[in-house]
Nanobody, 122 residues
Framework: QVRLVESGGGLVQAGGSLRLSCTAS????????MGWYRQAPGKQRELVAV???????NYADSVKGRFTISRDNAKNTVYLQMNSLKPEDTAVYYC????????????????WGQGTQVTVSS
């Protein structure tokens, strides 16, 4: 059993900052990519930022220069530092991880957190 538990969401005014955290626990042999997605009401879920195990990062164009993704592999944790927040950033943010549960697992599996609400007011 693998769980992704998120924290750090909330209500903030435009221009403010939030730091999201997501910790994976349970049966984990290795974690490949970890990332953050978001979904606004009535819209499709979209990639915000992703960090493969190799360390290279990718960001959505809309958040480049404002958001920073980081990982603490010893803690199985991924963070999303969000600065200069805009009302357009309002969404439910989901943590995602590609995980191999055991050394003998033939494939990795995609896990999702429960989502955390981020609301940015004007």
């Amino acid at each position: 059993q693998v769980r992704l538990v998120e924290s750090g969401g909330g209500l903030v005014q435009a221009g403010g900052s939030l730091r999201l955290s997501c910790t994976a626990s349970g049966n984990i042999f290795s974690i490949n990519a970890m990332g953050w997605y978001r979904q606004a009401p009535g819209k499709q879920r979209e990639l915000v930022a992703v960090m493969p195990s190799g360390g290279n990062t990718n960001y959505a164009d809309s958040v480049k220069g404002r958001f920073t993704i980081s990982r603490d592999n010893a803690k199985n944790t991924v963070y999303l530092q969000m600065n200069s927040l805009k009302p357009e950033d309002t969404a439910v943010y989901y943590c995602n991880a590609d995980i191999r549960p055991t050394w003998y697992s033939r494939s990795t599996y995609d896990y999702w957190g429960q989502g955390t609400q981020v609301t940015v007011s004007s």
